[in-house]
């Protein structure tokens, strides 16, 4: 056995507890499951080994007096654009370990957010403004292949046979997070709320516990490359069913789920033994090409009767253009770009932070492409890779979105305060944890209240956004760029995305 | 009843397979069939499908129930993802052959190509039993999390001795029962080999005794062969890749 080696790592996070206002109560003992606050016995106080925490502000929130707050540790290193402490503190765990980093979440770098760089229009004198209170606002949006042409009878009956559609009352659904990934009480919030809003939640590449059955209208299943409870009833239930080749937190690599939180409900949905990593291979190993995504296209057409669309995600990478005409011509009703800011349960922090492009720009080049190639009706384009607020909602849709996933987002509602340790299974707010005695702190009554009010604020904010630009539906604004202007932004920039400078 | 695919598409096949089950039919003989994709797919109950000439791709994909027997060669991704059922194939199978299959019987008489038994599954004992009768190639039983996997060797090009290389990569659970013997080079690092314990002939002889039911040849002669067992190492064959 190889010698001790001490750890060298420092402590990330300072935990200060104001002892003016500290009680001694012990809920933050009871909350953090980091090992961070601990009673002292002897002398009768709580303490913290502040070398466990990882900032997730449970303990903050929950502290009845208010006695706490978490800082970053003031370490100050020699100021060094090229060795930053992160990138210093990475080499030192993997000097520790010798395995790959893993991290949990979105790429973290800052990378340009191009939604902080366009900006929406408002009607002004040539074109009144519309007022959402008088005027009825809509957002419902129709997710399916769109024929070329339709045809009318005598009669007016529409002779053409549409093929099939999903209608969302709003443009913004709940992404896929896998059960396992989250724990089943998160996946009944989204379900909850998914049915009360009138929009869809994806099941994740985990497959569909049985007791979300009843949510089954508002579900898209997932088959990803484990095939994870994958079977014809699961097909046959779902409103939407969709493969998935890859997600933006990690392009071209398959799914990880830790054997840590592989417990024997997690087993059961997905047919593994207990304890072992749910290893998802990086290619679905029947598509090695783009004629066999095909082949897959069609065997869930004819295993769902035809009577569902058929989507596909991909994350967004070079040449997401062609990749994307690849796919519609290959059948998919539904195309899903996942950017480099999408989030993940797991993954090497390697491939989280360098692979990948902003799904902005992929969204852009998609759209236009499709156009340009006279088949953008034939599948409807959902984005998803860390949107934040409405109005990045709405500027996807200006750039050509269908609709878009919101993953992070919906998780911050829940509680989620981004602290990146989803891969340990042991979130305090019960979120990305399958440990039962977390997995409670999150209430699916509750949990779905806070979605649906995301959601809704989110709404109602787009409708505002819609009248102040004189339009009443959301089709109107859906890729039509000369909504959209942008500031900072270079030229090419500008080119990729299809928008004036604002001025012009 | 029976059906002559001749000249029609798979989309029509399987419109009509579907039809002639919904008016009853639970034993339908189709001839004729010459690449026809997904056949099988869709078809939710017990009912006996007998296919003569060569299926296309994915036959008995995601399928749960049906019996189906092959006379002629498949080809492709046979039994999918497949739930229930069994295919019975008096010929030889194409590649990724019950890939992530979760339940249900494979036999073929003949070989198989690449990747057959890949990230085959099961749960609390229930799980997709496949037999070989012939060779098979590299990357058999990838990924594997459960079910039963047996190659037999009896026919081929090198009848008895395996030749198939990354054997079992990435496998965590499951067994792979092998006649004839292998060279640890041939195999994943996280696949163990050995003898076959009491239990694990009683597995293997009733699914010898199920392909010679269907195919011919005498059990007893192929459990006097020699066999392997090859079984996972690790319950967690990349938890030392991480860091955490």
């Known amino acids: ?504 | 009843m029976e059906i002559d695919a001749r000249g029609i598409t798979y989309k029509a096949l399987n419109e009509s397979l579907r039809q002639a089950m919904a008016h009853g039919a639970s034993d339908i003989v189709v001839r004729n069939v010459n690449g026809q994709r997904y056949i099988g797919t869709n078809l939710q109950r017990e009912v006996r499908l007998e296919l003569h000439g060569t299926p296309g791709n994915d036959l008995g994909a995601f399928m749960d129930g049906p019996s189906i027997v092959v006379h002629g060669n498949v080809q492709d991704g046979t039994g999918n993802t497949m739930n229930s059922g069994s295919i019975v194939v008096h010929g030889h199978a194409g590649d990724a052959l019950g890939l992530a299959a979760r339940g249900g019987t494979i036999l073929v008489q003949g070989g198989a190509g690449y990747r057959a038994g890949i990230h085959m599954k099961e749960y609390q004992g229930i799980g997709p039993r496949i037999v070989i009768g012939g060779m098979a190639q590299d990357f058999l039983g990838e990924y594997m999390a459960g079910g039963v996997l047996v190659v037999l060797g009896l026919s081929g090009i090198s009848a008895g001795k395996i030749r198939a290389r990354f054997v079992g990569t990435g496998m965590h659970g499951g067994a792979i029962f092998l006649r004839g013997t292998v060279e640890s080079h041939q195999l994943g690092k996280e696949v163990g080999v050995a003898a076959l314990t009491d239990e694990d002939v009683a597995v293997l002889a009733e699914l010898v005794g199920e392909y010679c039911e269907h195919f011919g040849g005498s059990p007893s002669d192929i459990m006097a062969m020699d066999f392997v067992k090859l079984f996972p190492l690790y319950l967690r064959p990349y938890g030392r890749l991480y860091a955490y």
């Open chain 1, 1 to 504: 056995m190889a010698a001790m080696m001490k750890s060298f790592l420092p402590t990330k996070f300072v935990v200060e507890r104001d002892p003016a206002r500290c009680i001694n109560c012990k809920v933050c003992v009871n909350q953090c499951t980091f090992n961070v606050h601990y009673f002292d016995e002897d002398d009768g106080v709580v303490r913290s080994r502040e070398e466990n925490c990882v900032g997730c502000h449970r303990c903050v929130v929950f502290c009845p007096t208010n006695a706490l707050t978490i800082r970053r540790n003031p370490l100050e290193y020699r100021a060094n654009q090229n060795w930053q402490p992160e990138v210093i503190e990475d080499i030192l765990k993997q000097a520790e370990s010798g395995g790959m980093l893993l991290t949990g979440m979105g790429n973290d770098k800052g990378h340009k957010i191009y939604w902080d760089h366009l900006l929406l229009n408002a009607s002004q004198v040539t074109n009144p403004s519309i007022d959402p209170l008088r005027e009825p606002m809509e957002l419902s949006t129709y997710i399916g292949r769109k024929p070329d042409k339709v045809e009318f009878g005598p009669g007016g009956e529409m002779l053409t046979e549409l093929p099939p559609q999903v209608m969302l009352e709003t443009p913004i659904m709940f992404a896929a997070m896998s059960y396992g990934a989250v724990s089943l009480n998160v996946q009944k919030s989204l379900a909850r709320a998914a049915r009360e809003l009138g929009t869809l939640w994806n099941t994740g590449e985990g497959g569909l516990h049985p007791s979300l059955a009843e949510y089954a209208p508002n579900t898209i299943v997932q088959v990803a490359s484990g095939r994870f409870g994958v079977h014809s009833e699961y097909l046959r239930a779902a409103r939407i069913v969709e493969i998935k080749i890859g997600q933006g937190a990690k392009p071209g690599i398959g799914g990880h789920l830790p054997g840590e939180k592989v417990t024997s409900e997690v087993s059961q949905t997905r047919m593994i033994p207990v304890g072992t990593d749910a290893l998802s291979p990086a290619p679905h190993h029947d598509i090695y090409s783009i004629e066999d995504l095909r082949q897959l296209i069609y065997a869930i057409k004819e295993a769902t009767d035809y009577e569902k669309p058929v989507s596909v995600k991909i994350a967004a990478v070079h040449n997401a253009a062609a990749i994307a005409s690849g796919m519609v011509r290959a059948g998919a009703d539904m195309i899903v770009l996942d950017g480099l800011r999408g989030a993940t349960g797991a993954a090497p922090k390697a491939i989280r932070d360098n692979v990948g492009i902003p799904i902005e720009l992929a969204l852009a080049s998609v759209d236009t492409r499709l156009r340009q190639e006279g088949i953008r009706n034939l599948a409807s384009l959902v984005v998803s890779g860390g949107l934040r607020s409405s109005g990045d909602v709405a500027k996807a849709i200006a750039l050509g979105a269908d609709a878009v996933y919101i993953g992070t987002a919906a998780l911050i509602a829940l509680g989620c305060h981004v602290c990146q340790q989803c891969h340990t299974g042991k979130c305090t707010w019960g979120i990305c944890t399958s440990d039962p005695a977390l997995t409670k702190r999150i209430n699916p009554e509750i949990g779905a209240q806070r979605a649906v009010n995301l959601v809704r604020g989110w709404s109602l904010e787009i409708k505002d956004m819609l009248g102040g630009m004189g339009v009443n539906a959301i089709e109107s604004l859906r890729g039509n760029r000369l909504h959209l202007r942008g500031v900072g932004l270079n030229d090419t920039e500008l080119e990729i995305l299809g928008v004036k400078s604002a001025g012009t």
